[in-house]
């Protein structure tokens, strides 16, 4: 991804896609009360009171500004009332503790309270602050004119490292962020987006960082820009899950400057649409820069329409990730740019090892390097179906491809070259680019029937009848499973493709 300026962990265990549902709670569901706290006080804020109250729940305050007047401390709970708007741009004070954090919530049932920032720099923002849990509001942000522009931001730049933030179960919807990301405008679109991160300056880093369970849509810059530190400092247990977006204009997720940040359950579709549509330059769905093991898993990435200058592709290792970069267990489909990018050539060098596995890709025949040799591919396991157009393949100077399944048109070309490697695929349709692998019909349950989650690509296990079943190549540090959650034996040969299961 050219030219982008913006952006241990909690690591779940390694299970199948389909042993995990994570839906979110939004739109009119009935939630408790103010939650109660050991200690600290709740502030009541309903902004169609006709009179400023004290901010009890019998006297409410009934405006932004007398909510922002107020120093929150650990415990607290600023809490809107459900069914309610609100207009003006929340910068609540205070910090919370590891065992109190202060919560931004919701009280009463009925429709998520609004926050209305009406083209405010952030509707929602905290700045060198601690231990904050922000759920169950609905954030948006409109403007007749595109700038730099978010729903939640949280940033911090006074050197320091900066902990504790769960950001869960937000609608965000109408952002007029910037959508051009070339040229003079550049900056501004690297901050904006739904939510925004940013720890800038020497020494500065945003750490225990979880975004789950929030839906993102028409939102300019994008959905989800997740930045924790810098290439010298990175923040640490950054997850990203559970989430949905859905016609940003921008990047889709892209988290930075973290060490081993996890990524996983999303769901994008038409990045680069909507309200406030994608006008310049590159952007990408799901992506990582300048982090240091980061993985990419369980997400899917689908309808993204856009051609920018040279990406629009549903996953990306971008520039200045170390160590190993992971996309696993990924499903993408009908993305106008493809499948994957390595893009370690696009800034500063990072020269992580790039392993991709287990994923399934459907109708996305592209995937494009620009890394100069500088980083290592293992591509293995992993289903690309192609039949709507020819396949446009890159790979890096030194690849290894294999136990994959390529399902293409005869005037496709897969590449060769003196460092690429291809061992143990099966290839239908498309010529094969070595003189081993199997050639003929994989025999998928029901190829090119994949829908918009994860859990809709049951057509890609293989029949009993199977040419591909148990003579893949077995591999060292193989992951331990396939798509489905199957497992896979670091001594016994394989399936070629996603699937290790029973022949069906």
């Known amino acids: 991804m050219r030219n982008r300026a913006n952006s241990?962990?909690?690591?779940p265990s390694l299970r199948g896609v389909l042993g995990?549902?994570?839906?979110?709670?939004?739109?009119?569901v009935a939630l408790p009360g103010?939650?109660?706290?050991?200690?600290?006080?709740?502030?009541?804020?309903n902004c169609s009171a006709s009179t400023a109250g004290n901010g009890s729940q019998a006297s409410p305050f009934n405006s932004i500004a007398q909510a922002n007047g107020k120093t929150y401390g650990p415990g607290d709970t600023?809490?809107?009332?459900?069914?309610?708007?609100?207009?003006?741009?929340?910068?609540?004070?205070?910090?919370?503790?590891?065992?109190?954090?202060?919560t931004l919530?919701?009280?009463?049932?009925?429709?998520?309270?609004?926050?209305n920032g009406n083209g405010a720099p952030d509707a929602v923002s905290l700045t060198n602050q601690d231990h904050w849990k922000i759920n169950s509001l609905k954030i948006t942000n409109p403007a007749s004119s595109l700038t730099r522009r978010t729903g939640l931001r949280i940033s911090a730049d006074d050197g320091r490292a900066h902990t504790g933030f769960e950001i869960s179960n937000l609608v965000i919807d109408r952002v007029a962020g910037q959508t051009n990301k070339s040229g003079t405008t550049s900056t501004d679109f690297s901050q904006s987006a739904g939510v925004v991160t940013n720890a800038f300056n020497a020494n500065?880093?945003?750490?225990?960082?979880h975004v789950h369970h929030n839906t993102v849509s028409n939102t300019g810059g994008g959905g989800l820009k997740i930045r924790n530190g810098s290439m010298a400092t990175k923040g640490n247990n950054i997850l990203v899950e559970h989430n949905t977006i859905k016609d940003v204009g921008g990047d889709g997720i892209i988290v930075s400057y973290a060490n081993a940040p996890m990524i996983q359950y999303n769901n994008a579709s038409g990045v680069g649409n909507g309200v406030y549509p994608f006008s310049g330059g590159n952007f990408a769905g799901i992506w990582v820069l300048g982090d240091h093991n980061p993985t990419i898993q369980k997400n899917a990435v689908y309808g993204i329409t856009r051609m920018s200058v040279a990406d629009s592709q549903a996953f990306d290792c971008d520039w200045g990730n170390t160590g190993t970069?992971?996309?696993?267990?990924?499903?993408?489909?009908?993305?106008?740019?493809?499948?994957f990018l390595d893009c370690d050539g696009c800034g500063t060098i990072g020269g992580a090892k790039q392993i991709i596995r287990y994923n399934i890709s459907e109708n996305d025949c592209r995937m494009s390097t620009n890394s100069a040799g500088r980083s290592a591919l293992h591509m293995y396991n992993n289903v690309m179906y192609c039949t709507d157009k020819k396949f446009n393949i890159t790979l890096p100077e030194e690849s290894v491809v294999e136990n994959n399944i390529w399902v293409g048109t005869p005037d496709s070309?897969?590449?060769?070259?003196?460092?690429?490697?291809?061992?143990?695929?099966?290839f239908q349709g498309v010529p094969r680019p070595t003189a081993n692998g199997i050639v003929g019909d994989p025999h998928f349950v029901n190829p090119g029937t994949g829908g918009d989650t994860i859990y809709s690509v049951d057509g890609y296990k293989l029949r009993s009848t199977s040419p591909a079943l148990n003579n893949g190549s077995i591999i060292s540090g193989n992951g331990g499973r396939d798509y489905w959650g199957n497992p896979v034996s670091a001594t016994t040969k394989p399936h070629r493709g996603a699937y290790n299961g029973p022949g069906l």
């Open 8 to 11: 241990g962990t909690r690591r």
């Open 20 to 28: 995990a549902a994570g839906l979110a709670v939004v739109g009119t």
């Open 34 to 45: 103010a939650p109660a706290s050991a200690v600290g006080t709740t502030t009541y804020v």
């Open 78 to 102: 600023l809490a809107f009332a459900s069914g309610t708007s609100c207009t003006g741009a929340l910068a609540p004070r205070g910090s919370g503790t590891a065992s109190e954090p202060i």
């Open 105 to 115: 919530t919701r009280y009463g049932t009925g429709d998520l309270p609004i926050i």
């Open 204 to 209: 500065t880093t945003l750490n225990d960082v």
């Open 325 to 339: 970069c992971t996309i696993q267990y990924n499903y993408s489909r009908d993305n106008i740019g493809g499948f």
């Open 413 to 426: 070309t897969l590449p060769t070259g003196a460092g690429i490697s291809w061992q143990w695929n099966v």
